[in-house]
């Protein structure tokens, strides 16, 4: 890979900087947009191809597999587009918010997300941005960047043994958000209904696609 010139990173460092954003540490605002109409449908980023099929293209894209499967999205942006932005709406990436993770760690991976969807939103596309969290001094930044109501995304893949975990920091998002909607990734836990409404679609439906 060739490295940039000095002018070169200095024109992506203002490009990166183009969108509005939001709280101290700058965490780009992705806007409120409508539930698109009809059914909600996912596919994974995994399986997402150049070119894809009506059948696949019809259906939105989530980001829910291990962050590196997903990096060039943020990395190369305008090159991967035409690739990713093919489908009907699409979930901002779910960079990892691990408890564990340093701080400025786990806000670098809101951040990334938020500035992706911003992106996305500047070529025309729905977007809604995926919830993640880690411990609770996590809540402090890690649901910035997005307007109260309209629609969310979550995951419970991969959480069954983290319930109390999760719940807290669901609980957290429905108050600092107020969503209208959360579309949920897998079977929601206990006490997920209520104050929004949940939109649940299955996980290995997700990974069936139309070859």
């Given at each position: 890979?060739t490295k940039?010139?000095?002018d070169e990173?200095?024109e992506?460092?203002?490009?990166?900087a183009?969108f509005?954003t939001?709280?101290?540490?700058?965490?780009?605002v992705?806007?409120?947009?409508?539930?698109?109409?009809?059914?909600?449908?996912?596919?994974s980023?995994?399986?997402?191809?150049?070119h894809?099929?009506?059948?696949n293209?019809?259906?939105?894209l989530?980001?829910?597999?291990?962050?590196?499967?997903?990096?060039?999205?943020y990395?190369?942006p305008?090159?991967?587009?035409?690739?990713?932005g093919?489908?009907?709406?699409m979930l901002?990436p779910?960079?990892s918010?691990y408890?564990?993770?340093?701080p400025?760690?786990?806000?670098?991976s809101?951040?990334?997300?938020r500035w992706?969807?911003a992106?996305?939103q500047s070529?025309g596309?729905?977007?809604y941005?995926?919830?993640?969290?880690?411990?609770?001094?996590?809540f402090?930044f890690c649901?910035?960047?997005?307007?109260?109501g309209?629609?969310?995304?979550v995951?419970?893949v991969?959480c069954r043994?983290?319930?109390?975990?999760?719940?807290?920091?669901?609980?957290?998002?429905?108050?600092?958000?107020?969503p209208?909607?959360v579309i949920c990734l897998?079977r929601p836990?206990?006490?997920?209904?209520?104050?929004a409404?949940?939109?649940?679609?299955d996980?290995m439906g997700?990974?069936?696609?139309?070859?």
């Amino acid at each position: 890979m060739t490295k940039k010139t000095g002018d070169e990173f200095r024109e992506e460092l203002v490009w990166r900087a183009s969108f509005e954003t939001v709280g101290r540490w700058g965490i780009p605002v992705v806007r409120r947009q409508p539930l698109v109409d009809g059914e909600i449908d996912l596919i994974s980023c995994a399986d997402a191809r150049p070119h894809n099929v009506p059948a696949n293209t019809s259906r939105g894209l989530h980001f829910f597999v291990d962050d590196p499967r997903f990096e060039v999205v943020y990395t190369q942006p305008e090159l991967t587009f035409p690739k990713y932005g093919q489908y009907r709406f699409m979930l901002t990436p779910d960079y990892s918010v691990y408890a564990d993770m340093k701080p400025w760690q786990q806000l670098q991976s809101v951040a990334k997300s938020r500035w992706c969807g911003a992106f996305w939103q500047s070529k025309g596309k729905t977007v809604y941005p995926t919830m993640a969290w880690g411990s609770p001094q996590s809540f402090e930044f890690c649901f910035l960047g997005y307007e109260r109501g309209g629609t969310v995304a979550v995951s419970t893949v991969g959480c069954r043994l983290a319930e109390t975990g999760f719940m807290l920091g669901y609980r957290e998002m429905l108050r600092a958000l107020e969503p209208e909607h959360v579309i949920c990734l897998g079977r929601p836990f206990d006490g997920m209904e209520g104050e929004a409404d949940l939109i649940v679609v299955d996980y290995m439906g997700s990974r069936r696609t139309v070859r």
